[in-house]
């Protein structure tokens, strides 16, 4: 089954917990990015790589570090000094144009 | 960082009406993208256009690239109940060199049988 695959779908934490989202892709794209979307705002990008073992600061990177050593795999951490990280996350990857993965629903408790 | 204005925001319409919705920006794009995201999963990718002027159909949806390069719409004709959803415009800026998409904040549209 091709495609872009995130999980979990639903995840909690405890507040002040570091947690990581796992994206993966077989679509063999070089370009994967991270969004947030929050009821009414639309999608906000977090970070993005055009390539392996590069990546760059979106418009709302605080609090959120990624790493990229694989083509296929660009996990998203969301760590504790993000202040409001209950959230709708999305991962995407570009060929002719971007493709978004089903989605995880972090809930930080 | 930079939104596009989509509207309306909300429209709630009964089945078989048609359904208009647009995106403007102060800022030229050389592409217009249109997604469907249904609760709970990830938008999907309806339309793209790629050209001032270019109008685009899939099925009972059309759009439109506005020919300032500055705005888009998408029609939706003889609207059915699973059209229910919220839709985001996209647009990449013709001065960008990372191929980044600035999106709209979406129109959550409702159907009535």
């Known amino acids: 089954d091709g495609g872009i695959t995130q999980s979990p779908k639903y995840l909690f934490r405890k507040e002040g917990q570091n947690v990581t989202l796992s994206c993966e892709q077989n679509?063999?794209?070089?370009?994967m990015y991270w969004y947030r979307q929050d009821p009414g705002q639309g999608l906000r990008l977090i970070y993005y790589s055009q390539i392996v073992n590069d990546f760059q600061k979106g418009d709302i990177a605080e609090g959120y570090s990624v790493s990229r050593e694989k083509k296929e795999s660009f996990p998203l951490t969301v760590t504790s000094a993000q202040k409001n990280p209950t959230a709708f996350y999305l991962c995407a990857t570009r060929g002719n144009e971007q493709f978004f993965g089903p989605g995880t629903r972090l809930t930080v408790l | 960082g930079q939104q596009l204005n989509q509207s309306p925001q909300s429209m709630f319409i009964q089945e078989g009406e048609d359904v208009s919705m647009n995106c403007t920006s102060s800022s030229i794009f050389n592409t217009w993208l249109w997604y469907k995201q249904e609760p709970g999963e990830g938008p999907v990718l309806l339309i793209a256009?790629?050209?001032?002027?270019e109008l685009t159909s899939n099925g009972r949806l059309t759009a439109q690239f506005g020919i300032t390069r500055k705005d888009s719409f998408l029609n939706i004709s003889a609207s059915i109940p699973s059209d229910v959803g919220i839709y985001f415009c996209?647009?990449?800026?013709?001065?960008?060199?990372?191929?980044?998409?600035?999106f709209g904040q979406g129109t959550t549209l409702q159907v009535k049988p």
């Open positions: 256009l790629y050209k001032a002027g």
């Open positions: 679509l063999n794209h070089d370009a």
């Open positions: 996209a647009g990449r800026l013709f001065s960008s060199n990372t191929g980044k998409l600035i």
